[in-house]
Nanobody, 124 residues
Framework: QVQLVESGGGLVQAGGSLSLSCVAS????????MGWFRQAPGEEREFVAG????????NYLDSVKGRFTISRDNAKKTAYLQMNSLKPEDTAVYYC?????????????????WGQGTQVTVSS
């Protein structure tokens, strides 16, 4: 059974930082591109960042470039999202997702597996 478990969310003041983790089990993690998505209240879920299966390629939502960094450790079957200089508009539930491809996609429907999400709240 495949599981993706996110952690690291919480409440932080604007300008602060949080580090999210996504631990995978039940799959050959190094064969999957990973993505982070988020959904704010009343909004559609959106792509935030993606990383290739090897970790050599990344892409980001324009509004988080330079503030967020996606990474992975295939030996630990874990993907990370380091979030710095957080803004109130970053408040959302953050989800990780796994896609059985080499390169990450921005398209949600492509992804095979999803975590349950972790809440990130940024106060002004």
């Amino acid at each position: 059974q495949v599981q993706l478990v996110e952690s690291g969310g919480g409440l932080v003041q604007a300008g602060g930082s949080l580090s999210l983790s996504c631990v995978a089990s039940g799959l050959m993690f190094s064969n999957y591109a990973m993505g982070w998505f988020r959904q704010a209240p009343g909004e559609e879920r959106e792509f935030v960042a993606g990383i290739s299966s090897s970790g050599s390629n990344t892409n980001y939502l324009d509004s988080v470039k330079g503030r967020f960094t996606i990474s992975r450790d295939n030996a630990k079957k874990t993907a990370y999202l380091q979030m710095n200089s957080l803004k109130p508009e970053d408040t959302a539930v953050y989800y990780c997702a796994a896609d059985f491809k080499l390169l990450p996609s921005r398209v949600q429907s492509i992804y095979d597996y999803w975590g349950q999400g972790t809440q990130v709240t940024v106060s002004s």
